[in-house]
């Protein structure tokens, strides 16, 4: 059974920091890219970054020098940790594994999307102003 599981999610003050964690089982980890998406109410889903198998990053333009993501293959997780935090990062965040070997556009959140097999419930993050 493929399982991801968030974790790390919670309410923090603006310029606050938090780290996600997902730790995922059920398939082959290193195989796949991995990634960080998030929901808000009455917003579109939106990409905020996602990680090669050998490592290449991507990340939004609103959350670059903020996120960093990364990978522990040892140990079949995903983090991103989010630093200098904003209102307007508050929302539901899901990890997702895709068959994603990156992308030559700037567009790679759709490139992602697409190629997205598994994701997870999602964990909350708040930001208060």
């Known amino acids: 059974e493929v399982q991801l599981v968030e974790s790390g999610g919670g309410l923090v003050p603006r310029g606050g920091s938090l780290r996600l964690s997902c730790a995922t089982s059920g398939f082959t980890f290193g195989a796949y890219g991995m990634g960080w998406f998030r929901q808000a109410p009455e917003r579109p889903r939106e990409g905020v970054a996602a990680?090669?198998?050998?490592?290449?990053?991507y990340y939004t333009d609103s959350v670059k020098g903020r996120f960093t993501i990364s990978r522990d293959d040892a140990k079949d997780t995903v983090y991103l940790q989010m630093d200098n935090l904003k209102p307007e990062d508050t929302a539901h965040y899901y990890c997702?594994?895709?068959?994603?070997?990156?992308?030559?556009?700037?567009?790679?959140?759709?490139?992602?999307?697409?190629?997205?097999?598994?994701w997870g419930q999602g964990t909350q993050v708040t930001v208060s102003s």
């Open positions: 990680i090669t198998t050998n490592g290449t990053t």
């Open positions: 997702a594994a895709a068959t994603f070997r990156g992308s030559k556009s700037p567009d790679w959140w759709n490139t992602f999307y697409y190629a997205m097999q598994y």
